[in-house]
């Protein structure tokens, strides 16, 4: 290769003498440094011109700002605003609440037997279900074609629902109502509109069951109640047909075991809906050089595209960022995995880490940065990286607003209940796609690549665990498989409302007493998955005279010849700037390392993604302004 020599001055990419950058589809001018607001810029996260901790949001932005000729128009697609409903990738349809009519001809036989909905084995019938198809049975024609869409029948026993639930407290330490309303079955009719109702005793036991919308599925996770789903039936024709879900208790295993199938399901109607034998063979000889580490003379382009010349180095995916379908072609791998990284500006350090970490190590390209709102979407571009506008994803948060709290905290913030939500609704538009989809948060860096160990797992949903426990899910890292039913799982738990749960903790509720996605999981290892929570001595915790929170820590290896690890997970701390010292104090923030190459006397070298050789490159990776530059020593420190 012939080098291609050419100086370069230093300074930040993408900055400019010309600070007039003109964003159409936000409404903002930036003009000198003054920021000049539309009515509707408080709309947009992100921007303001308000203090974060007395760092001004054009600091933030101004280190990679982009000169108008270097983006031309924010695509039209980053609204102000903007509501999840718009845009959430399951939509529910409409809970029909018009009375029940009998429709064509009328099922007259009572009950004969139930089938599981997944397997469609024959099934013990839970006791009140006959005497349910039975009430239902001159409306099944309806009531079948009413579940095909947004309605539900589901039966419980309010009578095991736990007793009223004082309010809690969400992230942001606001009041939140209680998930659970106690028994008082009268509430949930009218909560969930319930068009039929029938109330049944059979051998002392009272339930109730109801037609209603299908989000009051929720209630019997909120009660911990295992909850399976039964095809029922009083013949063999398909109006004869009546799912059923069934909430009776939180130890009820006999009800959910399969029987031996005398009574066989008809067969032109007996298709298997689960996946748990056609798994993809991935080729796993893509991955065969990836782990083998090699000293490099230059820099790498792909490894920190936010120092490549744009007038020596292109990248296929650039200009893509309002086109998922052809974004994730470009970025999937030879399995057809896509890792997505979420990001809103104040994470910009933790992103350059990532990526530079993910490339340089684990020798993985494979990846999209999901932005929150505009400001994002700019910044994101600005560094040249596979950027996918995702506003229309994110759940709106009130205090990211301007001169809310949660801005105001901007790189201490902790990650709320709203925010965690992108992440099932762009899970399920990815596997739509036919991608399997690798959910990776910023707070962690890669030393080796996690892909061959985890294809290998031979379930729908691989995941950190924050216990041994499989349903104690970390939804920091986990793997998606398409040929599996890790979509059933993802569409269930969209019927919780977002800002009374989590994410994470809607899918622990959901796995462990929700039966009917038939979803396999299991915990990826601890260690190899490595996490910061894995070194907190147990009992550990103290509390200071102000209210603060310390615990005891076990070291943790130091030593990049001993790292045995393929990613280093920064969990049980909350905020950027923490995550920075904890990741650099275990000698696994590879930001660092970058800098020190771009550091270099007389300038470093580059290769591109065509092989050529870039020399005598000065450009550094410009921080955001709370960057933290040296070591806080206290994480050294046993407690901290």
């Not at 039929?196 to 051998?203: A, E, Q, R, S, Y």
Request: aromatic letters at 10%; proline letters at 5%.
């Amino acid at each position: 290769m012939t080098p291609i020599q050419r100086k370069r001055k230093g300074g930040a990419v993408g900055a400019s003498k010309v600070k007039t950058v003109i964003l159409a589809a936000a409404g903002l001018l930036v003009t000198a440094g003054v920021w000049l607001q539309h009515s509707q810029l408080s709309q947009i996260r992100g921007i303001s011109s308000a203090s974060v901790e007395h760092t001004s949001v054009q600091s933030v932005l101004d280190h990679q700002t982009p000169t108008p000729t270097e983006v031309s128009v924010l695509p039209e697609v980053c609204e102000l605003g903007t509501k999840h409903t718009e845009s959430n990738p399951i939509q529910w349809p409409t809970h029909d609440t018009t009375p029940l009519k009998k429709m064509g001809k009328t099922v007259q036989n009572n009950f004969l037997g139930c089938y599981n909905d997944l397997t469609r084995e024959a099934v013990r019938a839970p006791t009140a279900l006959p005497a349910v198809y039975n009430a239902l049975k001159d409306e099944a024609e309806d009531v079948a074609r009413r579940t095909r869409s947004g309605s539900v029948v589901v039966v419980w026993v309010s009578e095991k629902f736990m007793p009223p639930q004082k309010p809690g407290k969400n992230v942001r330490g606001e009041t939140v109502e209680a998930s659970s309303r106690g028994r008082d079955n009268s509430y949930y009719i009218e909560k969930y509109k319930a068009v039929w109702t029938k109330t049944f005793t059979v051998n002392g036991v009272t339930y109730n069951a109801m037609l209603a919308d299908k989000t009051a599925l929720v209630v019997c996770m909120w009660e911990r109640l295992h909850m399976a789903k039964y095809l029922c039936r009083g013949g063999a024709e398909p109006a004869a047909f009546v799912p059923i879900h069934f909430c009776l208790c939180r130890h009820c295993k006999d009800d959910l075991t399969p029987l031996p199938s005398q009574d066989a399901f008809p067969k032109r109607l007996s298709k298997n809906t689960t996946k748990p034998n056609n798994r993809i063979k991935f080729d796993f000889e893509i991955y065969r050089k990836t782990n083998q580490k090699q000293a490099r003379k230059c820099i790498e382009a792909h490894s920190a595209p936010w120092l490549a010349p744009k007038e020596d180095v292109t990248f296929p995916y650039e200009g893509l960022h309002a086109n998922l379908p052809k974004l994730l072609k470009t970025q999937a791998d030879g399995n057809n995995v896509v890792s997505v990284f979420i990001f809103n500006s104040f994470w910009v350090d933790h992103l350059h880490n990532i990526v530079h970490s993910m490339v340089a190590n684990a020798a993985m390209r494979n990846y999209i940065v999901a932005t929150l709102d505009c400001a994002s979407l700019q910044l994101c571009i600005a560094n040249r990286l596979p950027c996918f506008n995702a506003v229309k994803y994110a759940e709106s948060e009130d205090d990211m607003k301007e001169g809310g709290s949660g801005f105001k905290k901007g790189f201490n913030r902790k990650v709320t209940e709203e925010l965690s939500w992108i992440k099932p609704r762009l899970a399920l538009k990815v596997l739509s796609l036919g991608y399997n989809f690798l959910m990776v948060d910023m707070d962690m860096s890669f030393w080796n690549n996690p892909l061959p160990d985890v294809l290998k797992k031979n379930v729908d949903f691989s995941h950190q665990c924050d216990t041994p426990n499989r349903f104690s899910v970390n939804t920091g890292f986990y793997l998606l498989r398409t040929d599996g039913n890790a979509a059933r799982l993802f569409e269930s738990i969209l019927m919780f409302p977002p800002p009374s749960i989590s994410d994470q903790n809607a899918l622990k509720l959901s796995l462990k007493y929700d039966h009917t996605h038939g979803t396999s999981n299991t915990c990826l290892d601890k260690w190899l998955y490595n996490m910061k929570c894995n070194y907190k001595v147990p009992s550990s915790e103290h509390r200071s005279d102000t209210g603060q929170r310390t615990f005891k820590w076990k070291p943790q290896q130091r030593n990049r010849d001993k790292f045995d690890w393929y990613i280093f997970h920064a969990t049980c701390l909350d905020g950027a700037i923490s995550k920075i010292n904890w990741l650099r104090a275990s000698n696994a923030w590879f930001l660092d390392d970058l800098d020190n190459v771009t550091k270099a006397s007389g300038g470093y070298c580059m290769t591109t993604p065509t092989n050529a050789v870039l020399t005598g490159l000065t450009t550094q990776t410009k921080h955001s302004p709370r960057y933290p530059t040296s070591l806080e020593e206290s994480f050294y420190h046993e407690r901290h």
